[in-house]
């Protein structure tokens, strides 16, 4: 009888300790991602998961922290995807830079038109002369 509960209390043992190696390889293995062009999360221990979402479809961002995330300085940023598809960066380093840093990203996606002024304005001067004479 001593043996049983012994090997059960060892298999016990040795099923957490792998479900606390698993959470923190979990953790490791998740990467999050700003650029200027897109946010990226790439997580996963045995099948990888890799989402993309350019910053022109962000629509809000926001963190929060539970009271333990507060103490010592973690959270995690919510970011509203249009169409649905909410992403969150959970358990990272100080939620508000990362929040912030992901608004500035937004008001920064706007792309420049190529060209200049003068080539436009010349595009327009043929684009009327071509309707003149069309007319």
């Given at each position: 009888m001593?043996?049983i509960?012994?090997?059960?209390?060892?298999?016990?043992?040795?099923?957490?300790i792998?479900v606390?190696i698993?959470?923190?390889?979990r953790?490791?293995?998740?990467?999050?991602?700003v650029t200027?062009?897109?946010?990226?999360?790439?997580?996963?221990?045995?099948?990888?998961?890799?989402?993309?979402?350019?910053?022109s479809?962000?629509?809000?961002?926001a963190?929060?922290?539970?009271?333990?995330?507060?103490l010592?300085?973690?959270?995690?940023?919510?970011?509203?995807?249009?169409?649905?598809?909410?992403?969150q960066?959970?358990?990272?380093?100080?939620?508000?830079v990362?929040?912030?840093?992901?608004?500035?990203?937004?008001g920064?996606?706007?792309?420049?038109?190529?060209?200049?002024?003068?080539?436009?304005r010349?595009?327009l001067?043929?684009v009327?002369?071509?309707r003149?004479?069309?007319?």
């Amino acid at each position: 009888m001593a043996v049983i509960v012994d090997i059960r209390l060892v298999l016990s043992g040795m099923l957490g300790i792998g479900v606390i190696i698993w959470a923190i390889r979990r953790v490791q293995q998740t990467e999050y991602i700003v650029t200027t062009r897109a946010i990226w999360l790439k997580r996963g221990v045995i099948n990888k998961t890799v989402r993309r979402i350019e910053l022109s479809k962000v629509q809000n961002t926001a963190y929060s922290q539970p009271v333990t995330g507060s103490l010592f300085g973690y959270g995690t940023v919510t970011i509203e995807v249009a169409g649905g598809g909410d992403l969150q960066f959970r358990r990272i380093d100080n939620p508000e830079v990362a929040r912030e840093t992901i608004t500035n990203r937004i008001g920064n996606t706007s792309e420049r038109i190529p060209g200049s002024n003068d080539q436009w304005r010349s595009v327009l001067q043929l684009v009327r002369e071509i309707r003149v004479a069309v007319e």
